[in-house]
C-alpha cells in the first residue's frame, strides 16, 4: 500500500505561480512513476506531467514550458511548480504514483486560477 498527501492548492491569480506537494509513504519501493493528473468540472482526468524513479519526465503539451515536476528522493516527495497560471488550469489537482501493479492516488487539492 501507498499513502498519498497533496498540500499546496489555492486560489492565484492569472499569471502567478502556485507549487503542488506529493508526500508519499508505505511501500515506496514499489512505486516507478509518480506524477500529476487534474480534473476540471465537466472534463475527464487528464496528465500533466510525470516523473520516474531516475528522474527522467514527461509533460502535457499544456504544461510544458510552464510547469516543472521535481521530486526529492529523501523526503518521499514529489512537487509540482506551476508557473504564469492561466484561468484553464483551474481544476482538482492529483498526486499518483504508478507501482507493477497497482495506480495509488491523492485526495486532490484544488487549484483555481482567478483571471
Known amino acids: 500500500q501507498v499513502q498519498l498527501v497533496e498540500s499546496g492548492g489555492g486560489l492565484v491569480q492569472a499569471g502567478g505561480p502556485l507549487r503542488l506537494s506529493c508526500a508519499a509513504s508505505?511501500?515506496?519501493?514499489?512505486?516507478?512513476?509518480m506524477g500529476w493528473y487534474r480534473q476540471a468540472p465537466g472534463k475527464q482526468r487528464e496528465l500533466v506531467a510525470t516523473?520516474?524513479?531516475?528522474?527522467?519526465?514527461n509533460y502535457a503539451d499544456s504544461a510544458k514550458g510552464r510547469f516543472t515536476i521535481s521530486r526529492d528522493n529523501a523526503k518521499n516527495t514529489v512537487y509540482l511548480q506551476m508557473n504564469s497560471l492561466k484561468p484553464e488550469d483551474t481544476a482538482v489537482y492529483y498526486c499518483?504514483?504508478?507501482?507493477?501493479?497497482?495506480?495509488?492516488w491523492g485526495q486532490g487539492t484544488q487549484v483555481t486560477v482567478s483571471s
Open positions: 499518483n504514483a504508478r507501482t507493477w501493479m497497482v495506480d495509488y
Open positions: 516523473i520516474t524513479t531516475d528522474g527522467r519526465t
Open positions: 508505505g511501500n515506496i519501493f514499489s512505486i516507478n512513476v
